[in-house]
């Protein structure tokens, strides 16, 4: 009996890396579930005007504005830098403009055009220190989950809560579920992050994480740098997940310490020591796993209007008649035909217009480094862009040189923005152009009016790149790497 | 916010699954102040012609579809973008209740902070409603209060949280309620400070 009742206490004790967020964070809790939580860190974008007219229009003013931190990324102009008065695009340098007024007034601290450290608000406050493991993290951007990557509790959020947190630094929510997928084992060389949350999403769907905060864990993700692991993270809501988190470990540590905004010193080693704690306990039960095999990972695009329609690029375009049921069926048949492709078409032989290799998802050093080691010494046979995650990121990537493998191999090397991710500053993939892409959305019309997306690794994109079809990258980098 | 408790109004079916945020509004509106309206552009890219024009093709625009106030659609309804602008068409454009199997979960949230029902049924009551919308059926009865979905035959229950349910059912702002828990947040900052020393941004040395 009493071992019984240990045992019963012990399981209760057993909690989830995000069992452990969500705990610490609890402002208060009513009966009916909502939670009120605190938040730790809130990033606004030009897209933020609207949570700033709400509060205007209440006369509140920012509660935290310490814990707030503006940065100008969504309509940012990649080509032809320069300072927002002089930005050509009226509503563009409207935008920014609005946004540079805003953190004015309220004193909050604006990552601004023209600051050394401007960039993607994904890539900037992991490269500051800005995000920590045990931290909870929001912003009016649905990636937001790219965070998690450093065992943050980290999620998107719509203007209206943007709105509440400016005001109040807290926000209400019902705890979501918890969900773990691991990847087992090791993936094959050349493969990266963005091809095993392409798996992920093609196994378990656009739906398949609803109301789960997820953790990824296994041997293949621990063996991701933290680059990689945010860009795993940061696709999780492609899989209808709240929020996605990988738990702090010695790789996450190492990339931390030094870092502008975090602790030094001897506090470094004691905050090292709580985030280490964070990893989930090892009977802590999860509501939903998935288990995949790393090794079954193969380079992976995708060819139609969702992320979940992504294959293997030995595969061909499928036919709706193999769709699991009939709504998607019809989904297939409206992807093939908006794509301007045929079933059973090797998707290895499909051509491209245009590339594109940024945006939060995959636009960090490693990802210009591992698209530069297949273009060195090789041209493009379309045209593209290459927009680098932070300025800093671009900084480092012109001390490396790999500015001018992209500039060589006849690309353009623009400036850090959200681009043609989303094309609000006007960085647009012409309607009919089909575009290889290291984005996160190939939803119909997400690059531009008609535009079609091909979404895939950053080599991948450079694959594609050279060959002028999609292709496998790996027959390229032999004798590479 | 306007109380939701009942409605009685023309039901649109939109019979598709995984309808995203972009396809609700295109990125390239999302510049707009809220006061100029945002109905316009609901489903643009889908319901006009490159210049702009309706080409009175989508479910919206047929005329037994004239003013409709709900939308009954299929799983994973609002996926995608975080853009509350999605919301705003809807609302604008005089949607008040959408119902579907399931809801991106930002969309949700973004529904529930503009009185917009989301309202969630089975897979096959959604196919049972969109039939009979297809049949010829208009009118839909929705009663928050009830948790019903009425079309002349039998009522059906839907699935909403009970915070959520609440907050429409009163109109509840939640900045409001929020700002009158401030001892709790104070007190929650207090022991906060203590357990997470290092949650606090050292200023940035870079400048
Ligand atoms: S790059 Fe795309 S997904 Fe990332 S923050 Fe910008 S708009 Fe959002």
């Not at chain 1, 009977?283 to 992976?300: L, M, N, W, Y």
């Not at chain 2, 004239?66 to 454009?93: H, M, P, T, W």
């Not at chain 2, 699935?159 to 947040?185: C, H, K």
Request: proline share 5%; net charge negative.
């Amino acid at each position: 009996m009493l071992k019984e009742l240990f045992l019963i206490s012990l399981a209760f004790m057993q909690r989830t890396l995000f069992d452990k967020l969500w705990d610490s964070h609890v402002v208060l809790a009513q009966e009916h579930g909502d939670t009120l939580l605190w938040v730790d860190r809130h990033f606004v974008h030009e897209g933020s005007h609207h949570a700033f007219a709400k509060i205007a229009g209440r006369g509140l003013p920012v509660a935290r504005p310490d814990l707030t931190f503006g940065v100008a990324d969504h309509y940012v102009p990649t080509r032809g830098r320069t300072a927002t008065a002089a930005i050509p695009d009226a509503i563009v340098r409207g935008m920014v403009e609005k946004l540079e007024a805003n953190t004015k007034r309220h004193s909050v601290r604006l990552y601004g055009l023209d600051d050394p450290r401007q960039g993607i608000v994904h890539v900037v406050g992991p490269e500051l220190g800005l995000t920590l493991p045990g931290t909870l993290i929001v912003c009016g951007d649905s990636h937001t989950a790219t965070h998690g990557a450093l065992g943050a509790y980290a999620f998107g959020i719509g203007a209206s809560e943007v709105a509440h947190v400016l005001a109040t630094q807290t926000i209400w929510q019902r705890k979501p579920r918890n969900m773990r997928i691991r990847v087992e084992g090791r993936m094959a060389p050349g493969l990266t992050a963005k091809d095993m949350i392409l798996s992920i999403i093609a196994r378990i769907g656009t739906d398949g994480a609803v109301g789960h905060a997820v953790e990824y864990a296994g041997e293949a993700v621990r063996g991701l740098s933290v680059e990689g692991r945010m860009t795993l993270c940061n696709m999780s809501i492609e899989a209808g997940a709240r929020t996605g988190m990988v738990a702090p470990d010695e790789t996450t540590i190492a990339y931390l310490r030094g870092r502008p905004c975090v602790v030094g010193g001897a506090a470094f080693e004691k905050a090292a020591e709580d985030w280490l704690a964070l990893a989930s306990d090892g009977d802590a039960a999860f509501d939903k796993e998935v288990v995949i095999e790393g090794a079954e990972i193969a380079p992976t695009v995708t060819w139609g209007i969702s992320p979940e329609h992504a294959l293997p690029i030995t595969a061909s375009v499928p036919s709706p008649d193999f769709a699991a049921d009939q709504a998607k069926a019809v989904n297939v048949a409206a992807a093939i035909n908006y794509m301007g492709l045929k079933e059973g078409q090797p998707i290895s032989s499909i051509p491209i217009d245009r590339v594109f290799s940024g945006s939060c998802t995959n636009s960090r050093i490693e990802d210009l480094r591992a698209a530069a080691a297949v273009l060195a010494g090789r041209t493009s046979k379309v045209p593209g862009l290459v927009s680098p995650g932070s300025s800093q990121v671009k900084l480092q990537a012109e001390q490396e040189g790999l500015d001018r493998i992209f500039l060589d191999a006849g690309l353009e090397w623009g400036a850090s923005g959200c681009s043609m991710c989303v094309g609000m500053n006007g960085d647009l993939v012409a309607s009919g152009e089909r575009c290889a892409s290291t984005t996160n959305r190939n939803f119909v019309g997400r690059q531009g009016q008609g535009a079609r997306t091909h979404l895939m690794s950053p080599a991948m994109v450079a694959a594609a790149a050279v060959v002028g079809t999609i292709t496998d990258v790996r027959p390229l980098l032999e004798g590479r790497t | 916010m306007e109380p939701f408790t009942t409605l009685t109004a023309v039901a649109c079916p939109i019979p598709w699954v995984d309808v995203d945020t972009d396809r609700i509004v295109p990125a390239r509106f999302m510049s707009t102040p809220r006061s100029e309206g945002y109905g316009q552009f609901l489903f643009h890219d889908f319901r006009r012609t490159r210049d702009g024009k309706l080409s009175m093709t989508h479910p919206l625009d047929r005329p037994e579809r004239k003013g409709a106030q709900i939308i009954v659609a299929k799983r994973n309804f609002g996926c995608g973008s975080s853009r509350e602008a999605a919301v705003y068409a809807l609302v604008d454009f005089g949607i008040r209740c959408v119902i579907a199997p399931s809801f991106g979960e930002i969309f949700a949230g973004n529904a529930l902070s503009n009185g917009l029902l989301a309202a969630r049924v089975t897979e096959q009551q959604a196919e049972d409603l969109l039939d009979e919308l297809a049949a010829g059926g208009r009118d839909l009865t929705v009663d928050l209060e009830m948790r019903t979905i009425s079309n002349g035959r039998g009522p059906i229950r839907f699935d909403i949280d009970p915070a959520a349910r609440l907050r429409l059912l009163n109109g509840w702002d939640d900045v409001a309620m929020t700002l009158s828990f401030s001892e709790q947040i104070a007190a929650f900052q207090a022991r906060d400070a203590a357990a997470r020393g290092w949650a606090r941004p050292v200023a940035d040395r870079g400048g």
